[in-house]
């Protein structure tokens, strides 16, 4: 009895007890932080010295103005964003469609496709820059070879080569993601769908257009979101690649604020990119938030 | 008849998207075999026509990879057991009691989850030189905790919530203490379920590379992400085929988990990345 009671009044703690180290931690290495980027984002800081003025809302005032780059990091951002997204989804599903059938060596060619989504950025990018080296890259001499160009391109120097090159590696990069969610829900449509389907005289597309693509679509809209998300705040391939250049061609919204703290040396600046960039962030996270609520 | 040789044509173009995704990679692991003569060549062989292993043999002895390659081994290894094991205590929390602000918590990792770490980048990096801790192993181990442990802690709430509580709430009855019911039953039947998230947060680990640009800049703790990017960046001649190796290296870890416990990655992702 006394043992009961004890193991009651213990269950009162015992679950706060055991988040509270997550929650100390996180408090520690975001919370703090992110209280600290706010405080920041309204001074002005030099980063070597970290000598601090105050500033008001000067930082947002300038990066919002003309002569700031919010606008314009934003456009390169959210074009990135939904031209890499868009290839993602369509390569996904299309490879998600052929892993469902029977295939030779399913589980080899699930591995080669896993790959690229799980092999670290910085290799991703050291092997696409050697195939876009400009003379012996596999792209142009592959392409020289089929005559579709004469001379080299040169594909991450010039525009719109660098930001098409850097939509085309993050399309290859993230696309995995798409294919083994979209994988995992097809996998559960029941076949006496496609069955009812035929026997109505559904074609191939008419049996995709009518069963998949409604029964993936729930899973798909979850999974745009998460990579609109994820793409939106990406930055070791687009620095990697490109570093942002040709000039500012290809500085998305991290890249700037990277650049102004530690190329600039300008740490209050980047704080307000930083906060702007998270204020963008929201109206994502609470889409997601109303999209999985509309699902349950 | 023809439907045989609709799967043969079917399998055929299948594959062939699949090789077209793998080119990159094959061609990596091709560059790093070929000699240096047959790699800065107008008219290069997909395969190598004299395979030799000398640029693994420079990349070992000649430059600080293996050096790297330690340091990103102890940044991971030390990253996953810290991570994992807050985030099995936290997980159990929050799929198996109720109390106040358990569904804000749960809300506030999601948004932790998002986060993009060029916003936390500044804050960590001015904390971590008041710490004194600038430059070490372990300014980078707790840096990666911020973008870890929410993943981790999202991906095993999920596990533990799908594990029906029915065994657990007999263990209780017949006298088990929540603590002995969470490591006799519950545990063992979330194993699948924390080696995903350890093999996940070691992955994300290994791999990162903003933080350990900022909060690292001498070779003797610098990661592998970050010092092969200086082996790029400091040859007078990018040696491709020296980077290459480097790449076929670095992605042993990866390559190996592929292999042998690809399920669990799988797995992992129907389980953290779909559901909310």
Known sequence: MMAATAKLRGDGWLGPLLIAPVVVVLGAVIGYPLFTALALSLFEV??????????????????????????????????????TLALQVVLGVAMALLLNRDLWLRSLARSLVLFPYFVSTVVAVLVWRWLFNDLFGLANQGLMALGVIEAPIDWLGTMP?????????????FFPFVVIAVLARLQTIPESLYDAARLDGAGAWGRFRDVTLPQIGEVLGIVVLLRAIWDFKEFDLIYLLT????????????????????GLNRMGMAAAYAVAMMIVMLGFFVAYRLAVRGRS | MKGRLARWGWSLFAWGLILLVAAPLVWMVATSLKPE????????????????????????????????????????????????????????????????????????????????????????????VKLGLANTIASLVIAYTSFALPYALWLLRTFMAAIPAEIEQAALIDGASRMGA?????????????????????????????????????????????????????????????????????SVPLIIILAFLQGYLVKGFGAGAVKG
């Open chain 2, 182 to 250: 969470f490591f006799d039953v519950l545990l063992p039947q979330a194993l699948p379920g924390i080696i995903s998230t350890a093999l996940f947060t070691f992955i994300l680990a290994w791999n990162e590379y903003l933080f350990a640009l900022v909060l690292v800049n001498a070779d003797d703790v610098r990661p592998l992400t970050t010092g092969v990017m200086t082996m790029l960046v400091s040859g007078f001649n990018i040696e491709w085929s020296l980077l290459m190796a480097a790449s076929v290296m670095m």
């Open chain 1, 243 to 262: 570093g942002g250049g040709p000039v500012d061609a290809t500085r998305t919204l991290p890249l700037t604020v990277y650049q102004e703290a530690f």
């Open chain 1, 161 to 173: 080569n660098a930001l098409l090159s850097v939509i085309v590696v993050g399309a290859w990069k």
């Open chain 1, 46 to 83: 030099d980063t070597p010295t970290l000598r601090a003025s105050f500033a008001g809302i000067g930082n947002y005032a300038e990066l919002l103005g003309p002569g700031g780059r919010f606008w314009p990091a934003l456009g390169v951002t959210l074009v990135w964003t939904a031209a």
């Open chain 2, 37 to 128: 003569d047959e790699v800065f060549s107008l008219e290069p062989a997909l395969l190598p026509e004299e395979p030799t292993l000398e640029h693994y043999a420079t990349l070992l002895t000649e430059t600080g990879f293996a050096g790297y390659f330690a340091n990103s081994a102890t940044i991971a290894t030390a990253t996953t057991v810290v991570v994992v094991g807050l985030a099995v205590l936290g997980a159990f929390s929050l799929a198996r009691f109720r109390y106040r602000g358990r569904e804000t918590i749960a809300s506030a990792v999601l948004l932790c989850y998002m986060l993009p770490s060029v916003v936390l980048i500044i804050p960590l990096y001015l904390m971590m």
